[in-house]
């Protein structure tokens, strides 16, 4: 199971979790990222930490691990990976790109970019990769490199970073002993752990130091060639943390070159379009619903964005709505929906979202958001409003799919100044009189020539009114503002949670629990311009609307 992402993302937490990583007992697991979208994917994938790979990094930059990215250019790659993500980075920092003195620079502008921690190799700059003819590269002298180590940890002013002493006595071709050393006068040093490296496809040097070096410190390994050994060898030897250094970007080679060369042969994007992840994947990746949602916070006039509610059948239309929800019913040659779509465009709403939910495979108009209700048939209109609780990011207007309108009410609405508003028509008795379903309303005052100038607030919508509390019919229509859209998105979540209202719970009933919360629905009066289709004659009469 994948735990939860920490809360605290700054440097300090951050190097605060890679150390508790390293110092607890169980084995733990980083994963190779060479760049923000790599160390997002990483952990999404559940890991509790990167691995940021000086192969990787350069193989993604097109360059040579051989430190021909300059480590400012790695500082780069490192900020954005830090950026995308709350678990933390051990950066691969090679040889600390000098000598003491550039380790100590590392150390201070890592910190900054909120690294977690560091490893560095005990090699000369330039260094090669350690799989590159590993016997030929020569090793540090023993106390220079100790002095690296040393100013690292003297320099680093958050007190979890950690520092992680790269042993490449094996690498080198030197034997146990060597390794022993080193790592010995590494760990006076200051090192926080030891990573002691392999080239060989069998884990022998690696337990034998383990076996030898009995947890002066905790133990860093990077098994890359003993692909095949179980992990549980590594477990029941100790060690404290897994790297698995080079698999994002080695995967995502065999992804590109399989892509290409389809793509170059077929001279067509035909084969490769389900093979490849969706451009909706890619903006999820990258957060843009959170932009959007910034957006409507923070520009000004921002946008209303309109939630139409599509999830019905209408069975009251019989067999014109077996195969289509009532939103897609054709009026004047268009589904209702279009109608609708149209005219919050003309009143200037962009930003449209659609719940559906019964045969949602048929509403497929185009730049509309869909949200799905997927259970259409024992759930209520709540419950679908609640599947639409990401795009309730004020302010909000919320209608019916199949309410028709004129565009003078969206912009009244659009007008209002409150968390809460709704249009209530006064002509009511019409509506009455022909004994169709209607949400009635009493409110704080009755319709009259002044009332409709002063601040009335709802008090209750329902079928059931006894006619001497019954002020107008709501029209369908709910504006939310930021802040109303907040107490909404709450009230809903309860919603999807409770049987109860998931099953009926409709908008009126909704209406009624904000006010029951203390809420203050702004009303508005009209009378007409509208027009609820829920029979085949209201259908024929919405001709003048289409
Ligand atoms: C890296 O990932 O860049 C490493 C590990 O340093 S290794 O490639 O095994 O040397
Ligand atoms: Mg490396």
Not at 26 to 52: P, R
Not at 97 to 102: A, K, L, W
Not at 129 to 153: V, W, Y
Request: one cysteine or more; a negative charge; hydrophobic letters at 45%.
């Amino acid at each position: 199971m994948q735990p939860p992402l920490p809360h605290d993302t700054s440097a300090h937490a951050k190097a605060a979790q890679l150390r508790r990583l390293v110092q607890s007992p169980e084995l733990s697991f980083l994963m190779e990222a060479h760049n923000g979208l790599s160390a997002k994917i990483v952990e999404e994938a559940g890991f509790a930490g990167v691995w940021a790979s000086g192969l990787s990094i350069s193989a993604a930059l097109g360059v040579r691990d051989a430190n021909e990215a300059s480590w400012t250019q790695v500082l780069e790659a490192l900020e954005f990976m830090s950026d995308a993500t709350r678990i933390p980075i051990l950066v691969d920092g090679d040889t600390g790109y000098g000598n003491f003195n550039t380790m100590r620079r590392l150390v201070r502008k890592l910190e900054q970019r909120g690294i977690a921690g560091v490893c560095i190799e005990d090699k000369i700059f330039p260094k090669t990769n350690s799989f590159i003819r590993g016997t030929t590269q020569p090793l540090a002298d023993i106390d220079e490199f100790a002095g690296r180590i040393k100013a690292g940890k003297d320099a680093q002013t958050i007190d979890a970073f950690v520092i992680v002493a790269r042993v490449e006595a094996f690498i080198a071709g030197w034997g146990l002993a060597e390794a022993l050393k080193r790592a010995e006068a590494y760990r006076q040093a200051g090192a926080d752990a030891i990573l002691i490296h392999t080239a060989k496809s069998f884990p022998d040097e690696l337990l034998a130091f383990q076996r030898e070096w009995g947890g002066r410190l905790p133990v860093v390994i990077v098994p890359t060639k003993c692909y095949a050994t179980p992990t549980q060898v590594f477990r029941e030897a100790g060690f404290s943390v897994v790297i698995w250094a080079n698999h994002t970007m080695r995967s995502s080679i065999s992804a590109m070159q399989q892509t290409a060369r389809r793509i170059f042969r077929d001279q067509s994007l035909m084969a490769i379009e389900d093979r490849v992840a969706p451009l909706a994947e890619v903006f999820r990746l990258q957060g843009a619903e959170e932009l959007a949602e910034a957006e409507r916070r923070y520009l000004p006039g921002s946008p209303v964005r309109a939630v139409i509610l599509g999830a019905a059948r209408g069975p009251e239309f019989g067999e014109v709505t077996r195969d289509r929800p009532k939103c897609m019913v054709p009026l004047a040659g268009e589904p209702i929906l279009s109608h609708i779509v149209r005219t919050y465009r003309a009143a200037g709403i962009r930003d449209l979202a659609v719940v559906r939910g019964y045969r949602r495979e048929v509403i497929d108009l185009d730049g509309l958001e869909y949200f799905d209700n997927e259970e259409p048939e024992t759930t209520h209109e709540a419950y679908s409003l609640s599947r639409a609780i990401p795009a309730l990011e004020g302010p909000v207007l919320i209608s019916y799919g199949d309410v028709l309108f004129r565009k003078y009410v969206v912009q009244q609405l659009m007008d209002v100044d409150a968390d809460f508003a709704v249009m209530i028509d006064a002509n009511w008795r019409e509506s009455r009189n022909r004994d169709r379903y209607a949400d009635f309303a009493s409110c704080s005052l009755p319709f009259s020539r002044t009332t409709s100038f002063s601040e009335v607030e709802l008090a209750e919508v329902s079928n059931e009114l006894s006619p001497d509390r019954i002020h107008g019919e709501w029209m369908g229509f709910l504006k939310a503002s930021s802040r109303g859209c907040t107490v909404l998105r709450t009230l809903l979540a309860e919603v999807a949670e409770d049987p109860e209202k998931k099953a009926h719970l409709d908008m009126g009933g909704l209406m009624n629990a904000l006010i029951a919360r203390g809420e203050r629905i702004r009303v508005i009066y009209t009378t007409g311009n509208w027009l609820d289709v829920d029979s085949v004659d209201d259908l024929l009469a919405s001709g003048e609307f289409a």
